[in-house]
């Protein structure tokens, strides 16, 4: 084989291997983008789990808070159909905002999240059915101190505690924060 020969297939394989590494280094850093794109997604998707559930934990709060301070008024002999009013009015305001942060669980998912955050909706809807017969109840007959429907509300407040742990055990485990 004549040098010049030798010289062209050096220099082609040189060519292909400089090639060959581009093409492997191109890839490399095709993979390493994909992975960061993903770690991003991940790392998005926790955030907003953790915003969607903390915030569905909190409005739970809120609402169980409300509705406790609507039954210690309308139970008071003293207080007025006004105040059951203004305490039922800041009930329904609750209500809307843990409404709307089941519906975000619901997107966040992943689905055992969003079927636990549903079954304590039912729950906490069941004790809101209470809490309105109640106050109807009392504007009814000029009272809220009705037996029937205290021990009815009370039912019904101890029926979505069950719900509420599993909605919150539900959260840690879509988060990976459960223990073993």
Same mark, same amino acid.
């Given at each position: 084989?004549?040098?010049?020969v ?5 220099a082609a394989?040189?060519?292909?291997g ?13 993979r ?5 794109? *993903?770690?991003?997604? &991940?790392?998005? #998707?926790? @955030? ?10 909190? =409005? %739970? ?16 002999? *003293?207080?007025?159909? &006004?105040?059951? #009013?203004? @305490? ?10 843990? =409404? %709307?942060a ?7 998912g ?22 309105m017969?109640w ?16 021990a ?11 719900p ?17």
């Open positions: 084989m004549d040098a010049s030798v010289g062209l297939v050096g394989v040189g060519a292909l400089a090639a060959a590494g581009g093409w492997v280094s191109v890839l490399g850093q095709g390493q983008q994909q992975r960061q794109l *993903q770690a991003d997604r &991940e790392h998005r #998707r926790e @955030a907003a789990r953790r915003e969607a559930y903390g915030a569905c934990i909190a =409005s %739970t709060k809120l609402l169980s808070n409300a509705w406790w301070r609507f039954s210690d008024v309308v139970w008071t002999e *003293q207080s007025t159909p &006004e105040q059951w #009013r203004t @305490a039922f009015a800041e009930v329904h305001e609750a209500w809307t905002r843990f =409404s %709307t089941v519906a975000a669980v619901a997107v966040a992943p689905v055992a999240a969003a079927e636990a955050a549903e079954e304590l909706r039912v729950a906490m809807y069941e004790w809101e059915k209470a809490g017969d106050y109807a109840a009392a504007r009814r007959e000029g009272h809220g101190r009705l037996d029937e429907y205290a009815r509300f009370q039912q019904a407040w101890r029926a979505k505690r069950a509420d742990r599993t909605f919150q055990q539900a959260a840690r485990k879509a988060l990976g924060t459960e223990e073993p």
